[in-house]
């Protein structure tokens, strides 16, 4: 199966699960379907597609990894939904689309992205997995969303549009605002299976490390490179609001020397854990290679 055709099967699964789960009745209906908007709005599932590979090359079941691969795309959609609002990036368009406050109004894309953050959590506490396992699953989501992680970078991020950054600093923003849930996904995965085990848990961190800050700098090249119809974005976005980023700090040409480190960086970690390895090395050439 190409690398493809298995994140098509993950996204489809996580998809099925999410779409039974958050399915049930409300006082506010229209919230819900904010919360769905925010959810199925065509993203690439990267992080519950991380969560089912890290489960995968460690022998565990995939339906101990549902939970998990659901609430990780809570958080991360919430997330999105949060910094589309104009008091954040200010954006218009997420993946072709209106974003949440313009489909429906800043206060209910607020509230929605609010309901997810909740709800991802309630499913995690709610697993069929050991208490101590979902004890591990709660604190690697939450310390990876909040103020050590995903959230840190986004604050950074905001209180630095328009100054220049050291490679250090912009490192360190990028390993918080998407590194973060990244590392989570796969320390997910790594608690969901059966075979794990503290050495395969360092090699996927700094697996983890290399994707993650590969996705961004791609994300920072496809802004400059890519168009607006297959980013489903404005394409030139963080230019025009002059937003830190690898291009701006290193050249384009350096940003896309930068990524191809990350890269092989990346596919030389997997390639440790040998032929069950393959798929995470796979993983690597999609995320570097997309072109949205």
């Known amino acids: 199966m190409s690398i493809q055709q298995l994140i098509r099967t993950y996204q489809k699964r996580v998809d099925q699960q999410l779409q039974a789960k958050l399915s049930h009745s409300s006082i506010e209906p229209t919230l819900q379907e904010a ?51 104009p008091a954040m990036d200010d954006d218009d368009l997420r993946r072709g689309k209106p974003t949440c406050h313009i489909a429906f109004d800043e206060a209910t894309a607020i509230l929605a992205g609010d309901g997810l953050q909740s709800y991802a959590f309630e499913l995690l506490s709610q697993s069929a997995l050991a208490p101590q396992t979902r004890l591990d699953l709660i604190r690697t989501l939450a310390q990876a969303a909040g103020d050590r992680g995903m959230v840190a970078g986004q604050a950074f991020d905001l209180r630095h549009v328009g100054q220049s950054l050291t490679l250090e600093q912009l490192e360190a923003m990028h390993n918080r605002k998407t590194g973060a849930l990244i590392n989570a996904a796969i320390e997910m995965g790594y608690y969901s299976a059966p075979a794990a085990s503290p050495d395969s848990l ?91």
């Open 35 to 85: 919360m769905r908007y925010g959810l199925f709005n065509g993203g690439k599932r990267v992080r519950p597609v991380l969560v089912y590979l890290v489960n995968q090359l460690l022998d565990g079941r995939l339906e101990d990894a549902d939970d998990a691969a659901c609430a990780i795309e809570c958080i991360h959609s919430y997330s999105l939904v949060h910094d589309d609002l």
């Open 202 to 292: 360092a090699a996927l961190r700094r697996f983890g490390d290399a994707i993650g800050l590969a996705f961004q700098v791609k994300d920072d090249i496809l802004d400059i490179e890519g168009d607006t119809e297959t980013l489903g974005k404005p394409q030139g976005s963080d230019l025009e609001q002059n937003k830190p980023t690898y291009p701006a700090l290193l050249g384009l040409t350096g940003a896309k020397e930068k990524l191809a480190e990350l890269h092989q960086e990346a596919r030389s970690i997997a390639q440790s854990f040998g032929p069950k390895g393959s798929d995470l090395a796979l993983l690597a050439d999609y995320i570097v290679n997309r072109d949205h």
